[in-house]
């Protein structure tokens, strides 16, 4: 059981394959009655579709989602919510040198040992990004509802190829600038270095490259006390959900790996009340003791390893003759695919979050 | 379902409060008929036991476990395997006078909140780093079945407080320098550092504080198309149950964050067949593309925030006054906890790992 | 999580809703490289349509299943299969008349009550007998994997109305026997019976009312040692599978009910060895103990209530109004769904099979 | 994973063997808070507890647990339960004669296939009745919260040996007579039939033999819209559960087999409102509509086998020389399991009923 996102009484169900008929999911366990505004999802995928001026792959997929159950008078049902996105500009010609000739850091060999050689290869198959699609499908349905509980996520670009953004404040985030950051071509929140950002990649395109970069992601809005201790709290559950993203290949929470050079005093968030409510003067834990929300939002990142599609020559391994040959990756790919994969980070964070309050 | 961390068919329910009655797991799914070697079993254990040299807790704990069931005949059953190790050393009058405080960067809000105020505070209950003992017994009994099928695992410190270990070079590490680590009291790589962390947990220590760290943890041996795209590889398994220790705030494969500021030329492993064998040249992916193992070795770290406990005072709030407090922690606590927490990680990575396998 | 069938590795993720846009399955845990034949899964689907002769309703849905992935060069990819079928003839005024008149026996008032009055209830919306339709692809598939591995099941009715059908005898019963069976329209052992049941049928349909019986299905070639103890073996399984279907009131193996009027001494299966196998005299245990299989066929029998739609006028609830109201059910309905629900019990027993084979 | 009991966010994982150290079960998922009275735990218990009058095995154990973690001041913790039952009166040298002999109707051979000879075959090892135990722990305590609820449930002995008890009217079912039901050593509501009841038995013990029965159980203050349709409703989990129970060989709701003999106008309970509440005129459905609660109390029935072990001279095989071989088994062993596997199948119906409800 591959591709199910089971997070408690919340399931996903992903399926597809880039060449095939289609893709889409199944969400079993959402609440009823709840009404979803189908513009606002469509807008939400609209954010992970390829990029203009020359950063995203030239495929121009309507990527709209056709909602088959689950969904009646404008409201869940509260039964399975499936929708289907139909694959029309499929050119599998433009994969059809790359058989048996692994793609370097692909799931092409993998893929081919795990599955004996019977799955579908064309554009990666089950293994492409084009399977983040219906996860952002799920996501905006799962963020739709938590907005009905005050609670809002928000990710964006916190680097590229060396380059940083800022982080998020936690202390002082606002709906405007989460709202902000969700308009932009280049989710970023000091505007002034997205410039710099889509220098790296066009650089990196230029020389037949690609780069990669972090996602960071905050949830406001979450009470204290959800969660729990050990192996189905809230780091286990978003982890799960933001691995299922091809690319990812690191999360961390709070200071992550920053905590490797913290003390204890500078690491522990001192705790105080005010107007009743107890808060935190530093949020370095990323909002989560002992797997369950303090009140504070929640924050985390997200590594996004560099596109593995590039045209530079790469020397790799035919699979299936099992000797050493040459490759030229044609075809359009993304020199940098960090800014689609924020609302695919955020999506799998809705979900995470969502599974806890069904 | 907070505390079974259930993986494929291998599930591992963890029980117990560190001033309770006891703790344990019982294992489920195991294959039969493995013979497990006990001593080993305990060897494994004692590697999480509080360091001499003044480095951790003064609190002795026998720590054995007791196997109730599942084990024949010197081998397991298939049948449900289970361990109780007994609370034996429980001081619980250190704590007598943190109970309303909350310790900062502990659960005992967060707790508080989630279970209405009915967890056994003392000594953090559920929450405490006590109840990866029997997390240890688990990867200790994984460990010796995924042995016995050529995977070995070893982890080390690869941080404390900034002062940083050699990587394990996956390209050529060998079971004389796995079997090496393990005897360790700072189990690392390059023994020249030990030193110096010693020397900054030490530090820490007289300035009543603590310090954090990274564990990094290597897995042999796995062949080829182990794991499963989307929610259910690699990754996924072996951050579900990383992320359940709980001083784990980030989990990184392979180069993790690094990628941020990689190419892709320079990301992807190359690729090459010597010997019949699939290979890469290097193993930035930490041996796992789409969720699935290349047959290269597995590298994963994980970040280990600085013990919450320290002996410093701290403002921080009573939390059924919900008003402002001060707080000083009495009673034992180690100062970096990273040492004893390697072989932590290495047991939720030979669990996650097994999983794969039955 | 309600439409989830999850059995071990295997999970079939259920959707639609009888006049939606369409229903179907993803089946996610499937072996690779697995050829399917789609004509037979077609005549499987085809075992469950509409049966003429006036027995069943007079809608006719071509209910012609689309794969939309897992599914490549005429075998399964080991990633998700998913199937879904169009709802075309949905005349929904039909029903316009019921929809807050409870129809008895129904789940018009439970699912009103539990989705908050958000369900779709037109033609029994998620709770539609039309749900089968992607269960028994589901079966299907199953059945052909189970097939190459020597293993067969076949569903017949053993009763309806009161008029039995002969059990299978599993001591004798051959490829032959079952192969002959499915291709009935009202499959039966013991030919001579259909004729008196058909009779029970049309009485009831005449009369305005409806009839139950009891489906019986043998399951051949399943090898000694598969299954589990306590709650996840072959009784767990197949019956959490069974009761999936709407009708299904009831589960027994072997002698089932019948034990209450048996002596151990009789009910025990006698044991003995011919040409090296281990076989039992009688079958009276269906071939499981202890959640195992024994290595005889696996006999089990599921009850089906009566159709709850009936033409007769009913006192029932208006559950908006939350008064008393008559009703009288307009709109196609069979008056015996017995036949129709021969393959979805196959079809159920199959998927539970198969989970413990992957 | 075979003895882990998950329904939704409760799991009751159980373990041990008959002759081992212990056996128990971890219970993970309970609401925190709820005061449980140890005592009624232990009360519950003892209805299981082998039976007077020479109709039950005369090994006496206390059988009393300890409770090991999450209870904590009188109440749970929220955190995993943990009781373990010390295994004391272990006369193994009883079983010395059977071991390659395999008992008819028990799962020696399946287990020794299963579990490739690794099992630990002692008094059946871990598929011993004696396993129920920890079950009733659990199905005490998750009857303590039903309890606190408003909800009761209550299982008689419906038959023995077709002696038959009378049936609950679930139409007037009373918490009185629930209460004076588990009074009883053998817990019947017409007191009259106990006595042929008993002479049954006896017979059947002095022939060497054994009897089984039927097992009724009643669910009454359930509210409407509890469950969910197709695969995780009310006969899901019940039916999942209840088939946990080693003897349990068939599971009915409502009429069960018996609406093979119905008419739809008969089946279908006609509904009507009383002082706002919906009801029905009759039950025949068991309270449950495509998996939900209806309002009414839920009821089931479960049948019981004879008890595999009897003292009459059996032909069997020897599962490791593979070959024929008689049988006479010795020991102590009940000539009916009936009576004791009463508060089984209640405690069963608990942890089932209480998962929906967390």
Redesign the interface.
């Given at each position: 059981?591959?591709?199910?996102?089971?997070l408690?009484?919340?399931?996903v169900?992903?399926?597809?394959?880039s060449h095939?008929?289609?893709?889409?999911c199944?969400i079993?366990?959402l609440p009823?009655?709840v009404t979803l505004d189908t513009d606002a999802i469509l807008s939400f995928m609209a954010r992970r579709a390829p990029k203009k001026d020359g950063m995203s792959t030239a495929r121009s997929e309507a990527d709209t989602p056709?909602?088959?159950?689950?969904f009646?008078?404008g409201?869940?049902?509260?039964?399975?919510?499936?929708a289907?996105i139909r694959n029309t500009d499929t050119r599998s010609q433009d994969y059809s040198n790359i058989s048996a000739a692994?793609r370097?850091?692909?799931?092409d060999?993998?893929?081919f040992?795990?599955?004996?050689?019977?799955?579908?290869p064309r554009g990666g198959?089950?293994?492409s990004g084009r399977?983040t699609a219906p996860l952002v499908f799920a996501g905006a349905v799962c963020g739709q509802i938590l907005s009905k509980r005050g609670i809002e996520s928000c990710a964006h670009i916190l680097?590229?190829?060396?380059v940083y953004d800022d982080s998020f404040d936690t202390l002082s985030i606002s709906s405007e600038l989460m709202n902000s950051v969700k308009t932009q071509e280049m989710p970023v929140i000091n505007e002034s270095v997205a410039g710099k950002m889509r220098e790296r990649v066009k650089l990196?395109a230029s020389e037949l490259?690609?780069?990669?970069?972090?996602v960071e992601c905050a949830v406001t809005g979450l009470p204290?006390?959800?969660?729990?201790?050990?192996?189905?709290?809230l780091?286990?559950r978003i982890?799960?959900?933001v691995?299922?993203i091809?690319a990812?290949?690191?999360?961390?929470?709070?200071?992550?790996?920053?905590?490797?050079?913290?003390?204890?005093?500078?690491?522990?968030?001192?705790?105080?009340?005010e107007n009743?409510t107890?808060k935190?003067r530093t949020n370095n834990?990323?909002g989560?003791?002992?797997?369950?929300?303090?009140g504070m939002p929640i924050l985390f990142?997200a590594?996004?390893?560099?596109?593995?599609?590039?045209a530079?020559p790469?020397?790799?391994?035919d699979?299936i003759k099992?000797?050493?040959t040459g490759l030229v990756i044609k075809g359009r790919h993304d020199a940098c695919i960090v800014p689609r994969a924020v609302p695919v980070v955020e999506a799998a964070a809705n979900i995470a979050i969502l599974s806890f309050l069904l």
């Open positions: 059981m591959s591709s199910v996102l089971k408690g009484e919340l399931s169900s992903v399926f597809g394959e095939g008929g289609g893709i889409g199944v079993d366990g009823s009655g056709e909602i088959l159950s689950g009646f008078n409201k869940t049902t509260g039964t399975p919510l499936t289907v692994a370097p850091g692909h799931a060999y993998t893929g040992v795990r599955y004996e050689g019977a799955n579908d198959g089950h293994f399977l680097a590229i190829d060396g990196a490259d690609s780069v990669g970069g972090i204290a006390g959800i969660g729990s201790p050990m192996f189905d709290g780091e286990n982890s799960q959900a691995f299922g091809p990812v290949k690191a999360v961390a929470f709070g200071k992550g790996f920053g905590f490797a050079e913290m003390r204890g005093s500078e690491a522990n968030d001192e705790m105080y009340v009743g107890v935190t834990n990323g989560i003791y002992g797997g369950i929300s303090g990142t590594a996004i390893r560099p596109t593995p599609s590039i530079k790469q020397n790799t391994v699979f099992n000797e050493n």
